[in-house]
């Protein structure tokens, strides 16, 4: 079932009932049943049934439908309506360029060298972009594998446009600000040497980073446990 809801999430060349590389429903059970605790002790009981909440994330979907009829259709990495948003390729890596609303769609058309894109009939706004959406992701990918992804990037900062890269899982584990939180930390382990393991991404400052212990070896706490 929620194969089919993630339909409308995949690529638009992906088979109509692309399913999910991740079990969304499972995840998102969580940060519902944390948020529906009061602040009352005991709390009652309550249920979270995973159907209720592949249901509840179609959200403006469910509106969508019941309102205009309108049966989603894939839109990639893009948004259903607001536009451009989306992925695209430069002449080295990937790019995804968020510039929606009107203000930061002219300051892509700056960017871009089109300032005639701003006062187009087939772009002006952000309806006649929804309409030709087609036509302006085209021209915009077009423009893009002119350089690489830096070079954008640094015009497209320059422009307050709001981007970002497509990182490759090297790319995350040596990102700058990764190491700044810290999400990266080592131990020592007895037998493999220093290992490097992700940090919990829950932090105390009044404690600072608590210290992780190597994974145990094979029956170091058998004794233990059995006691």
Same mark, same amino acid.
């Given at each position: 079932?929620?194969?089919?809801?993630?339909?409308?999430?995949?690529?638009?060349?992906?088979?109509?009932?692309?399913?999910?590389?991740?079990?969304?429903?499972?995840?998102?059970?969580?940060?519902?049943?944390?948020?529906?605790?009061?602040?009352?002790?005991?709390?009652?009981?309550?249920?979270?049934?995973?159907?209720?909440?592949?249901?509840?994330?179609?959200?403006?979907?469910?509106?969508?439908? &019941?309102?205009?009829?309108? /049966?989603?259709?894939? $839109?990639?990495? %893009?948004? =259903?309506?607001? @536009?451009?948003?989306? #992925?695209?390729?430069?002449?080295?890596?990937?790019?995804?360029?968020?510039?929606?609303?009107?203000?930061?769609?002219?300051?892509?058309?700056?960017?871009?060298?089109?300032?005639?894109?701003?006062?187009?009939?087939?772009?002006?706004?952000?309806?006649?972009?929804?309409?030709?959406?087609?036509?302006?992701?085209?021209?915009?990918?077009?423009?893009?594998?002119?350089?690489?992804?830096?070079? &954008?990037?640094?015009?497209? /900062?320059?422009?307050? $446009?709001?981007? %970002?890269? =497509?990182?490759? @899982?090297?790319?995350? #584990?040596?990102?700058?600000?990764?190491?700044?939180?810290?999400?990266?930390?080592?131990?020592?382990?007895?037998?493999?040497?220093?290992?490097?393991?992700?940090?919990?991404?829950?932090?105390?400052?009044?404690?600072?980073?608590?210290?992780?212990?190597?994974?145990?070896?094979?029956?170091?706490?058998?004794?233990?446990?059995?006691?």
């Amino acid at each position: 079932m929620f194969a089919r809801m993630t339909q409308a999430w995949s690529a638009p060349c992906a088979p109509p009932a692309l399913k999910s590389r991740g079990s969304f429903s499972e995840w998102s059970v969580s940060p519902h049943c944390s948020g529906s605790l009061p602040g009352c002790s005991p709390p009652p009981l309550f249920y979270v049934a995973m159907i209720d909440v592949q249901i509840s994330l179609q959200i403006y979907r469910a509106l969508y439908y &019941w309102l205009a009829g309108e /049966i989603p259709t894939s $839109v990639g990495a %893009g948004h =259903v309506s607001a @536009v451009p948003i989306d #992925l695209f390729r430069t002449a080295d890596h990937g790019l995804v360029i968020d510039a929606n609303t009107e203000e930061v769609f002219a300051r892509l058309c700056g960017a871009l060298g089109r300032p005639e894109w701003i006062t187009d009939p087939n772009f002006k706004d952000r309806m006649a972009r929804w309409h030709n959406k087609k036509e302006l992701l085209a021209a915009i990918q077009t423009i893009l594998l002119t350089k690489t992804r830096g070079e &954008w990037m640094e015009i497209l /900062i320059t422009h307050e $446009v709001p981007c %970002g890269p =497509v990182n490759s @899982v090297a790319d995350i #584990l040596n990102d700058r600000h990764v190491f700044e939180r810290p999400m990266m930390v080592a131990t020592q382990h007895p037998t493999a040497g220093e290992l490097k393991l992700l940090a919990s991404p829950v932090k105390f400052p009044a404690h600072g980073e608590l210290p992780l212990a190597p994974p145990p070896l094979l029956g170091q706490h058998t004794n233990i446990c059995r006691h």
